[in-house]
């Protein structure tokens, strides 16, 4: 007998966490998600991005305080501590691709920015 397995997309949660006025452009932001820090920034054309705040090299919950910039077009952030750099898009370090941190989906709903956690 063959076991059938529930392929269902599983429910998006969104949670609010901040005003979209209140990200200061080229800078993150620290904000607890369902229990995760999530790390959410505002890059200097106005996009939104969402990386785990935690630092894998160093295990330090730290990227918020990152350096938001960009190599090759891409949207970075460099860690504080060891500088490796992530892209924002998809959280894979550009200096090391076998590591990434998790990305979170983000929009802005109304004036809040909100992030979900599949």
Same mark, same amino acid.
């Given at each position: 007998?063959?076991? #059938?397995l529930?392929? =269902?997309?599983?429910?998006?949660?969104? $949670?609010? !966490? *901040?005003?979209?006025d209140?990200?200061?452009? /080229?800078?993150g &932001? *620290?904000a %607890?998600?369902?229990? /995760? $820090? #999530?790390?959410?920034?505002?890059t200097h054309?106005g +996009? %939104?991005?969402a %990386?785990?705040?935690?630092?894998?090299?160093s295990?330090?919950?730290? %990227?918020?305080?990152?350096? !938001?910039?960009? +190599?090759?077009?891409?949207?970075? &952030?460099?860690?504080?501590?060891?500088? $490796? &750099?992530?892209?924002?898009?998809t959280g894979?370090?550009l200096?090391?691709? =076998? !590591?990434?941190?998790? =990305?979170? +989906?983000v +929009? !802005?709903s109304?004036?809040? &920015?909100?992030?979900?956690r =599949?």
């Amino acid at each position: 007998m063959t076991e #059938v397995l529930d392929r =269902a997309p599983v429910s998006v949660r969104w $949670q609010t !966490v *901040c005003d979209y006025d209140d990200l200061p452009p /080229e800078d993150g &932001v *620290c904000a %607890l998600v369902h229990g /995760e $820090q #999530v790390a959410i920034f505002r890059t200097h054309d106005g +996009r %939104l991005y969402a %990386l785990s705040n935690r630092d894998p090299f160093s295990g330090a919950y730290v %990227l918020a305080r990152g350096i !938001v910039g960009s +190599r090759g077009g891409v949207p970075t &952030v460099a860690s504080p501590m060891y500088k $490796q &750099v992530f892209d924002l898009t998809t959280g894979r370090c550009l200096d090391d691709p =076998a !590591v990434r941190v998790p =990305a979170y +989906r983000v +929009r !802005v709903s109304g004036t809040r &920015v909100e992030v979900a956690r =599949a």
